[in-house]
């Protein structure tokens, strides 16, 4: 029976912190779930419409993976919903299988979702969160950078009233540049009005607010409140004075409710089709949940698991898929909010899905007057502060190859879309790995006079021997590096005509793969051939271990030293046991 | 004007060893091209037909290619022209996209050549020859047996004078099981009767000869000559007693004369189509052509120059382009052939092409009473000796991950091509290889008592505190283990409530990418964050020298000390310089 309970709690964390749910923490997790709600439900509604989808559907995606997320997650402050960066990915998947606002459209979506779970749900039983190491910092950095500038560029466009066709970077700015004497007067006002506010709202309210005498946590949680009033304010302008009449557009009718039952697509084409953003939108949006999961539970000494912050994920996924949503994510900035309103247990995370739940309930009548405009204000806002261009510097600065990876992805995601842009940045940064690696450091070493200690002969004043040749390899041996040291050794042999023994110092060895003991193998028979024996030295205890079964070790016809002075002590000639003329 | 010599020397082998070219040299050479050039002729005209081109190709193809590696190759005898694994993929590569004899099918071979040649040009100039070590040894094995089975399926129903269509081998197979009673009698006599003598020739011919007198170099000349006697046989047999009229499959008429000067295709659209086919062209070809020259290089002591080769056989594959002929590359056993006639410059290369010529010139009038199926003999005889069975057992007992990469690779490319299977075989053994580094092998070290040096706590009795936290990581930090380095640190400081430091210490830290150093730098403020400090320990000097510059240094609170008995002794409480009680 405890091995039951023990099994269950840690499939659940919710059983480990359920139990010492406390008032006090119910206290403070209520308080940041009110803030985060208030920062949610302009954020859904934007996010939403970025992906193509109704507004109401941000809400929905705001609901269910809440819930399960609090009921599988590790983290105890992750906020889960729709993000901007995933919410792009998802309108560059489907934007080419089916028009926007079609009812086909919110099918693709939840269907994006339903195997975006699968994929995650299958990774974090399989344990494959690995292979998210794949998106190395500069690549997801790239990609983040460029998604924002994608995502600010469209909006643009929505935010100036200018109807520019397309989704493509280059596409919008020029179609931009081209229109911009016929934008709508009206709409480029508010939107910008809004966009000053915004801006101003993220420095400038919170210390004003507190000039005025209202105590912190209440500046703080109206100040995160700034977009809620921007978008207030704004749709009760246009229902005022019935600005639609003029040309401003609006979000429109909203239902009113909560939401629905739905049912992915079943059709395997359409899910072949949708399989790679799919695994994209999930490799993503794991890895930019998990460094926010990790640095916030670093801040109160917790820790996540990855592998099951994968099925958590994974779940808020199919229940998005399940209740009209669409992928999402743990996000960043409303993560950050939460912990900081003192979130204590993934309980907040609940009471937010209850908050957004009542917005869908109560609110939805009056967002119809909600301008498009001022989502897109409240999108570009968010999005800038994830455009990181000190990052270019810094990795220029560093190091060049990650650079190359940096640049490629970037170029790659606004200029040819997402999908080519991940895809370039992970090619470029393996094979930078692969070059980088291919040629591992190798040393001739030779022995400091006196010592039985070895050193490289290019640094160091060494004794060697024309007859024996003492290598070192810094690296383990794996299929990238076999064939250099392969290169090495033929290269050796092939400028010293009086050698009569290699001998490999393998101390930083770590591992032999099949490629490199093929290699060996291959340096083994070569040189026997041309009158050279092969020894080993100094060869780790699991890597012997490995080598004992292979034809590698029965085949070689020198000799494994426990240590590179036994085996130069051995091997020299007219230099039997003690030291002497080399 | 020196140095213009030594630049054109290293750029043009010939410059070096033509200058030294004597009588002597000329004789050996001499007997190895006719040797080489008795194999050749039938297993051109056999790889032509298996690339689905006429056999006259096959001749073309070893005649300008054989040229110019004779003027760049850096190997003294690889043996260049048709091979097996090039001509199936040739075959697969344009099967799709035109059909077999058409006039366009052949112009898509010399355009899959020709862009071949351009990727390899490139990659030798650019120095790309590491983008090779994707294809581990495992990769090349599985690949390059499937392939042989692909092929001996194929020309097994030539042989046996079935008409099943299709190129799949699960198709090919069940196809000929189901026609079988169809079988025509006459060509499976004639095909049986060829392959049991020329599998019998590999190995008893040779005896034979030695013991009817002959001296040794006649006799393994004669005995190389096994497939062309087949073929002067069968042809004869065919001739004499007119066993076209009897359904048996011939050549078929031949045009007579040198290769044609030919132009591939500019069509852009086309080159798009046959660019990966032509990049897996290049690689294959390349890997295979390489390790067979290194191993022949080997053995006299000489080597070979991976960048140059790839210039060399980017040469051959323009020549075969304009040439009439198709892809080409260094092939084993001609090139062994070559070795063991006694091969001593790259001259003999350039004198098989003589032979050749004179071949295309004089036999062709012969060559339309050759069976088509004596040529499948020719070939299946050719490819089983690639089959390497033995190398699933022995990866399986080494590595089960490298077993997964070859099975994937072997049933890959079975079961969909030669391109899924390479994908596959390539995708996965990365993907293995990041696993396993993705988990590096961090040890918690403590104090050897009354020593200096440190060892891991799990495996010695060694000192440790338990406000000092001391972590070895046994490899180069990179993106692939990064987030494996938070985790672990995460993981510590959430169980130990009284760490007050971590020292890292990194001796066995030979590289810090840019994605390591995000993490270092979320490491060291998550561990301030909860009141600990960042140490370093025992960096090594060019890594201290990239960090120099960066951001992490410069807010690092920790010290970074020379050796870690050093840092021990500073952080340990109540121990400030000298030992005492910790």
């Not at 739905?262 to 930019?288: H, K, M, N, R, Y």
């Not at 926010?292 to 099925?311: F, H, N, S, Y």
């Not at 050279?532 to 030293?561: C, I, N, W, Y």
Request: glycine share 10%; proline share 5%; with cysteine.
């Amino acid at each position: 029976m405890r091995t039951l309970t023990r099994t269950l709690a840690a499939a659940l964390p919710i059983l480990d912190w359920g139990r010492r749910y406390d008032r006090q923490t119910l206290v403070q997790d209520g308080v940041a779930a009110a803030i985060v709600t208030l920062m949610l439900i302009p954020q859904s509604l934007a996010y939403a419409t970025l992906a193509g989808l109704p507004p109401e559907v941000g809400l929905y995606a705001s609901i269910a993976p809440l819930l399960l997320y609090a009921l599988f997650g590790t983290s105890r402050v992750l906020a889960v919903g729709p993000v901007a960066v995933v919410s792009l990915m998802t309108a560059t998947a489907i934007g080419s299988l089916a028009a926007t606002g079609t009812a086909h459209y919110a099918v693709l979506a939840l269907t994006l979702a339903f195997l975006s779970g699968l994929i995650l749900l299958a990774m974090g039983l399989l344990r494959l969160g690995f292979l998210a190491n794949f998106l190395s910092h500069p690549v997801m950095s790239g990609f983040i950078s460029a998604s924002a500038l994608l995502i600010t560029a469209a909006q643009l466009k929505t935010l100036l009233g200018l109807p520019v066709p397309g989704r493509d970077f280059t596409d919008i700015v020029w179609g931009m540049a081209q229109q911009l004497p016929q934008l709508h007067g009206l709409t480029a006002l508010l939107g910008g009005a809004t966009l000053a506010f915004l801006l101003w709202a993220r420095r400038g309210l919170r210390p004003l607010l507190l000039r005025a005498g209202l105590p912190h946590g209440l500046a703080d949680a109206l100040a995160r409140a700034g977009p809620v009033a921007g978008i207030a304010a704004t749709a009760w302008l246009a229902w005022q004075f019935d600005l639609q009449a003029q040309g401003l557009k609006l979000v429109g009718p909203v239902p009113q409710g909560l939401p629905p039952l739905t049912w992915p697509s079943w059709d395997l084409a359409l899910w072949q089709a949708l399989a790679l953003p799919a695994l994209l939108i999930s490799v993503v949006g794991f890895v930019e949940s998990v460094s926010v999961g990790q640095t916030l539970a670093a801040k109160r000494r917790q820790r996540i698991e990855p592998d099951r912050e994968l099925v958590a994920l994974g779940a808020s996924n199919l229940g998005a898929a399940f209740s009209g949503g669409f992928p999402v994510t743990g996000g960043f900035a409303r993560s950050v909010v939460n912990f900081d309103a003192g979130a204590q247990t993934p309980a907040a995370g609940a009471f937010t899905a209850v908050g957004i739940g009542l917005a869908a309930l109560l609110l939805t009548p009056v967002l119809r007057f909600v301008p498009q405009a001022t989502l897109a204000a409240t999108i570009v806002v968010a999005v800038l502060a994830l455009v990181d261009l000190s990052m270019f510097r810094r990795t220029w600065a560093y190091s060049k190859a990650d650079f190359a990876a940096l640049l490629a992805t970037f170029v790659g995601t606004l200029g040819w879309g997402v999908e080519a842009g991940l895809g370039a940045g992970v090619l470029l940064s393996l094979a930078m790995f692969l070059r980088r690696t291919s040629r591992p450091h190798i040393a001739e070493v030779g022995r400091v006079p006196g010592t039985e200690s070895f050193r490289n002969v290019l640094r160091h004043a060494v004794e060697s021997d024309p007859a024996l040749l003492s290598l070192r390899v810094d690296e383990s041996l794996y299929f990238a590096n076999a064939r250099a040291l392969e290169d090495r050794v033929n290269a050796e042999m092939a400028a010293r005509p009086l050698l009569r023994h290699v001998v490999l110092q393998c101390s930083a060895i770590n591992d032999i793969d099949t490629s490199a003991l093929e290699s060996l193998e291959a340096i083994d028979s070569r040189l026997r051939e041309a009158g050279v024996l092969l020894h080993l030295s100094e060869v780790k205890g699991p890597v012997m271990d490995r080598l004992q079964g292979t034809g590698f070790l029965a085949q070689l016809r020198g000799q494994v030293f426990l240590t590179h002075f036994q085996a130069v002590q051995a091997l020299a000639p007219g230099q039997p046991a003690l030291g002497g003329a080399g």
